[in-house]
């Protein structure tokens, strides 16, 4: 395959099979090492029409010795038979001299035409990698393991590591060769990444066996022209009894978000803007506010969420209103459920802002007229979608939605503009229900110290005692 510079290829690759799907080449370490080279054989034979790109771990062949180490380099080799891009999955971080044999390997060795890099060692650990102008190079920023909050979250100058790691990159991508990885597990992380670097290629991990929301992180990920995002599948696909049929599923639903006319260059971008602005709102309207409160569940809180006063600022109920029309852009239902009573007008102004019918659950069935306990058109079998404006523990979100459910309505998916980050989360899904939310309370508090709204000292007490620290 002829060397061009490597999102050059990606870009073309992309616009031939209209397709984002990236395909992991990960044989099972129970696999014999004499079956790895005929399975992925089989795997690149079935969706080389529908991939642009294919990403074999290198760990999954390395553990095999030089029987895994020859096979790593023949998948690569049938791929580019193919002409399709190789991505080298390897995770590469050290410097100098170690750095450069490292490239080496990856890239005259293997013949990779791109690496993942871990970019913890700073700038001259990348550039290794980065100076050979014809590869590609993927530098960790948000990954979409559980423990990637352990470090790539903490405070980094004023904003979460991950943040800086995705303004650096900017600063060291001179050559125009050099994309991120994001999870699709933290579509708001996803978001955030976005925003910092707007015409980036973010490599999405994360979808299928991981559990990441395809269509939240499309919503969160997607560059203006809806495109430049990766969506690396693995095991999804090649484990599939039908992996070329597995793969163009997920193009399918991968273009079904990015030509949604709610998808397009608008929709994306409307999303990544709005969290700062409506955190700042937010701050502005007194909706935040610090001291000691109980919540309705009971919990003593230092910070107070009141949503209810965005009808009293149509600037920042717009602002929301539209960050949360972007998240069900990404989702399949028939009608809005807006739960009374915060998230009654939120509702309204989302169901402006994205043309959906919105209906509502009342708390207490009326004893008058037609005694109904859900208002607006609906039918037994429809699927809805749960609207509120935030959530902390879930009780008070599953006790609203019995009438729903009563009444034959489908609900899997509970959209917020605030996760407080308080088991909100654990407990829906624990139930069958996915979480979304504009900004979660962390988020929230990030904005206001990056705005210089708080300082650093009350996010990290707040943190503490609400045991997010």
């Known amino acids: 395959m002829g060397r061009n510079r490597f999102f050059d290829l990606v870009e073309r690759e992309a616009r031939r099979a209209d397709s984002l799907v990236c395909i992991g080449l990960d044989p099972p370490l129970d696999m014999p090492a004499a079956e790895v080279l005929p399975k ?4 690149v034979e079935a969706t080389h029409a529908v991939a642009c790109a294919f990403k074999p771990n290198a760990a999954f062949y390395e553990a095999r010795g030089r029987a895994g180490w020859d096979a790593l380099r023949s998948v690569i080799d049938l791929v580019h ?9 390897a995770k590469r971080g050290d410097i100098a001299s170690t750095a450069d044999a490292y490239a080496q390997a990856c890239f005259d060795q293997l013949d990779a035409d791109a690496v993942t890099v871990n970019p913890f060692l700073g700038r001259d650990s990348v550039e290794s990698f980065a100076r050979r102008e014809d590869r590609g190079v993927f ?8 423990g990637a909050r352990d470090l790539q979250e903490l405070d980094a100058g004023g904003m979460p590591l991950y943040e800086r790691i995705a303004r650096m990159a900017q600063a060291w991508n001179s ?27 973010i490599l999405l991990p994360g979808v299928g066996s991981q559990g ?10 997607l560059d203006a022209g809806g495109s430049r995002v990766l969506v690396n599948v693995s095991r999804a696909v090649c484990q599939a009894p039908d992996p070329g049929k597995a793969a163009d599923e997920y193009r399918q639903r991968i273009n079904a978000v990015r030509h949604s006319p709610r998808g397009g260059p608008a929709g994306p971008a409307a999303a990544r803007a709005a969290p700062d602005d409506i955190a700042l709102g937010l701050h502005d309207l007194g909706a935040v506010r610090f001291g000691e409160f109980t919540l309705k569940s009971g919990m003593i809180s230092p910070i107070y969420i009141d949503l209810r006063l965005l009808v009293s600022d149509p600037r920042v109920m717009a602002l929301a209103a539209g960050a949360m029309a972007e998240l069900l852009a990404g989702l399949r239902f028939d009608r809005i459920a807006a739960l009374p009573y915060g998230g009654l007008p939120i509702g309204q102004a989302v169901s402006l ?6 209906i509502y659950p009342r708390r207490e069935a009326k004893d008058y007229g037609t005694k109904k306990l859900i208002e607006g058109t609906h039918a037994a079998g429809e699927t809805v979608v749960v609207l509120d404006d935030l959530v902390t523990t879930g009780g008070s979100k599953i006790e609203a939605m019995e009438p729903l459910t009563a009444a ?13 980050e308080q088991g909100g989360r654990a407990e829906l899904a624990a139930r ?33 005692a609400l045991g997010l620290a």
């Open 408 to 420: 034959g309505l489908k609900v899997t998916d509970v959209v917020v503009l605030v996760d407080r």
């Open 353 to 358: 802002a994205c043309g959906r019918p919105l």
């Open 40 to 43: 992925m054989r089989a795997v």
């Open 432 to 464: 069958g229900l996915s979480l979304h939310c504009v900004m979660t309370l962390s988020q929230l508090l990030d904005s206001l110290v990056r705005q210089g709204r708080i300082a650093g000292t009350v996010r990290s007490d707040v943190r503490a």
């Open 81 to 89: 038979s193919f002409e399709r891009p190789v991505i080298l999955d």
């Open 212 to 221: 990441g929301d395809l269509e939240a992180s499309l919503a969160a990920g």
């Open 139 to 146: 530098l960790l920023c948000h990954t979409s393991n559980p």
């Open 175 to 201: 050559r125009g060769n050099i994309g991120l990885v994001a999870g699709a597990t933290f579509p708001e992380t996803l978001a955030r990444v976005r925003a910092e670097a707007p015409g980036m290629w």
